[in-house]
């Protein structure tokens, strides 16, 4: 009996938890859009708008991705146990990808041409995965959340030594969202991710897959 009000006790908490981060990011973001922009500054010239472009285009594809692949999982493991989880990081990664719909459109960025594709492959990717087991799918988790928690540290890493005073609503956005990334791929590997069969090789697949998709999306 003491076990079972424990659980409720830290599911509770759990929740409340999640709660806060989603009002203080809904804070962020109306403050953000109080300004005159949103979350980047007027470019100071082609080359850095091209940067910035391609960063942006990368970011909201890989969120586009990740959304593709929630629902793959969702289609095969959303009537069971845990469905509601897979909810619970979709439902996040929605709003990572609404934020980047919204800075594109904003600052007139051409998204990937290949969402079409990523559209098909995330989808398979996801429902794959699932179709392996709970397990399988929290090992796609793990190894996609952490592809792209990489990358967004490198972006961070990247606006810092340019000029973190410039970026720093930029560098807010991306920090909260690598947060929720790499908290997706703690509970991937809470919930037996590793004990997939051939786990290695199915991460080590799925993360050449995530690097070539980052590396067309900058471009194409």
Not at 64 to 72: E, L, S, T
Not at 107 to 115: D, E, G, K, Q, S
Not at 204 to 209: D, K, L, R, T, Y
Request: charged share 25%; with cysteine.
């Amino acid at each position: 009996m003491a076990s079972v009000t424990q659980k409720m006790t830290i599911n509770l908490w759990a929740r409340v938890f999640n709660i806060t981060r989603v009002r203080h990011y809904r804070a962020s973001v109306i403050a953000l859009n109080s300004r005159g922009y949103s979350v980047l500054p007027p470019p100071r010239d082609a080359e850095e708008k091209a940067v910035l472009d391609k960063m942006l285009r990368v970011d909201h594809a890989g969120e586009f991705g990740a959304n593709r692949i929630y629902a793959g999982q969702m289609a095969v493991l959303g009537r069971t146990h845990l469905g509601p989880l897979i909810q619970q990081m979709w439902d996040q990664e929605k709003i990572h990808l609404r934020k980047f719909d919204e800075i594109l459109a904003e600052n007139r960025v051409r998204p990937t041409a290949l969402l079409p594709l990523w559209n098909v492959a995330g989808f398979l990717l996801g429902a794959s995965t699932a179709l392996l087991g709970k397990e399988g799918a929290m090992a796609c988790t793990v190894a996609v959340e952490e592809s792209i928690s990489e990358h967004y540290n490198s972006q961070i890493r990247a606006l810092m030594e340019a000029d973190p005073e410039r970026y720093k609503d930029l560098l807010q956005l991306i920090k909260e969202f690598r947060d929720d990334e790499i908290e997706h791929h703690d509970t991937g590997l809470e919930h037996d991710a590793e004990s997939v069969p051939g786990y290695w090789l199915l991460k080590s697949a799925i993360q050449f897959g995530c690097k070539a998709a980052i590396y067309a999306s900058e471009r194409i």
